[in-house]
């Protein structure tokens, strides 16, 4: 009986630990869905257009951000980029599907996680400049790394492999 007690009681908390790195990564996940979401998800008619506005999009990224990870984020102008692109060439933008691939090893800290990410993005002209553009789908990939912070998952670092103007110059 104590045998038989003590291998459920080891299964049980094998099963519950694994569920909670379940969660974890969900949870990790979801704030990198929402990063880029953010990054990626916009209306050309909603741009504001003085530094006012540029400075104060750029801050609404910091909830994602550990400060590390925010100040990467901003000297690479990441936000402000595919603004920018969208803004110049009259495009809205909108994220289609997003899909993370866990890349942790063993040997990773704890409250860590890395992944490969891909992202579909719709692109649509904002108006009647572009009557024979139709919709289309761009796919940018990257890394990140995810970090829990006081009990919150932060992006540490966000690798996005080349930049939006670079697909957006092949497609025109």
């Known amino acids: 009986v104590v045998v038989g007690s003590l291998i459920l009681t080891c299964s049980l908390l094998f099963m519950a ?10 949870a990790a996940i979801k704030v990198g869905v929402n990063l880029k979401k953010m990054q990626y998800e916009i209306q050309v008619a909603d741009i504001g257009t003085t530094i006012e506005d540029i400075i104060k999009e750029q801050e609404e990224f910091k909830p994602f951000l550990t400060e590390q990870g925010y100040v990467v984020f901003a ?11 969208a803004m110049k060439n009259k495009l809205n933008m909108k994220v289609k599907h997003i899909e993370f691939e866990n890349m942790n090893q063993d040997n990773m800290e704890k409250d860590t996680f890395s992944f490969r990410y891909s992202i579909d993005i719709e692109l649509s002209p904002s108006g009647l400049n572009y009557s024979s553009w139709r ?5 940018k990939t990257g890394q990140m790394s995810v970090v829990k912070q006081n009990d919150e998952w932060k992006v540490l670092k966000d690798l996005d492999n080349g930049f939006i103007a670079d697909i957006l110059s092949k497609m025109m």
């Not at 919709?135 to 796919?139: M, R």
């Open 17 to 26: 630990s694994d569920y909670s790195t379940r969660s974890d990564e969900a």
């Open 75 to 85: 000297a690479n102008r990441q936000s402000a980029i595919a603004t920018g692109h």
């Open 135 to 139: 919709v289309s789908v761009v796919t």
